[in-house]
């Protein structure tokens, strides 16, 4: 790994009334890896990447992307910087078709500026061609391009969460987060979403994944960061976090 993160969280805390759902925590994610949040319920996790992604704000700590502040960004901008998240259940549009929500994705389209669609209409149909091939080869890698024309509401789960992460890389990121990407997928789905994230990581993309399948996990990644109520507890490869006695206490009640 190279000596400077790609993400780098410090000291990070977010409180609702009374509790405190993140608690200074520390996180670091290095460019072409695969790093995992994992704890029990209630660690943390998910408002964790609310406030990396800024979705909420933190009340202390500082975001770094590529060494740059990020904490104090709106979402929209923290994406066009390169960081582009996922969710726990698939935000797809049901009413509109699977490549319609791929062509959704992509950022920096001639055609969202009024004045182009009168003076560059060439140019604009030119870029949705090449956006429509580039959907295109996009679902052919996660197998739904014979679903393009499909209505996304008439998706799966799993096929919905394909989706989503489909979408994202429309807009070419630097660094994926995947919030659960496991959950609620069917087996044969779940082995396909693994297959799609090592290959897109072979090919230099960073992912942090939050997950509670620890076959996935710890078969999928570089680094390992453990939350338990809101803290970090443990940082590691999975083979560390998997004999760590305080791992076994908090994550597996033993």
């Known amino acids: 790994?190279?000596?400077?993160p790609l993400l780098n969280a410090v000291k990070v805390t977010k409180s609702f009334g009374a509790l405190r759902a993140v608690d200074q925590v520390n996180l670091q994610v290095?460019?072409?890896?695969?790093?995992?949040?994992?704890?029990?319920?209630?660690?943390?996790?998910?408002?964790?990447?609310?406030l990396l992604c800024n979705f909420i704000s933190p009340d202390q700590g500082e975001v770094f992307?590529?060494?740059e502040p990020i904490h104090r960004l709106p979402p929209h901008r923290i994406a066009r910087r390169g960081m582009v998240r996922t969710f726990q259940v698939a935000r797809v549009l049901s009413r509109l078709t699977v490549l319609d929500n791929m062509r959704l994705g992509a950022q920096g389209q001639t055609g969202e500026n009024f004045w182009c669609t009168w003076y560059q209409g060439r140019a604009i149909s030119r870029?949705?061609?090449?956006?429509?091939?580039?959907?295109?080869?996009?679902?052919?890698s996660v197998g739904l391009a014979?679903?393009?024309?499909t209505y996304a509401g008439a998706l799966s789960g799993g096929q919905r969460k394909l989706l989503e992460i489909a979408r994202a890389l429309m807009s070419e990121p630097k660094l994926l987060l995947l919030d659960e990407p496991a959950a609620?997928?069917?087996?044969?789905?779940?082995?396909?979403?693994?297959?799609?994230?090592t290959a897109l990581n072979r090919q230099g993309l960073t992912f942090l994944i939050i997950e509670h399948n620890m076959d996935l996990i710890?078969?999928?990644?570089?680094?390992?960061?453990?939350?338990a109520e809101g803290r970090n507890l443990v940082e590691g490869t999975p083979a560390q976090v998997?004999?760590?006695?305080?791992?076994?206490?908090?994550?597996?009640?033993?």
């Open 1 to 4: 790994m190279v000596s400077e």
């Open 30 to 50: 290095y460019p072409g890896s695969i790093t995992s949040v994992i704890g029990p319920n209630g660690a943390g996790k998910t408002t964790l990447f609310n």
């Open 218 to 227: 710890m078969s999928l990644s570089d680094q390992v960061w453990v939350l």
């Open 65 to 67: 992307l590529a060494g």
């Open 146 to 149: 014979a679903m393009a024309d």
């Open 242 to 254: 998997q004999t760590n006695h305080q791992v076994l206490e908090a994550y597996l009640g033993c």
């Open 184 to 197: 609620g997928v069917n087996p044969r789905l779940i082995e396909q979403i693994c297959e799609y994230i």
């Open 127 to 140: 870029q949705e061609r090449q956006l429509r091939d580039q959907a295109m080869a996009i679902l052919e």
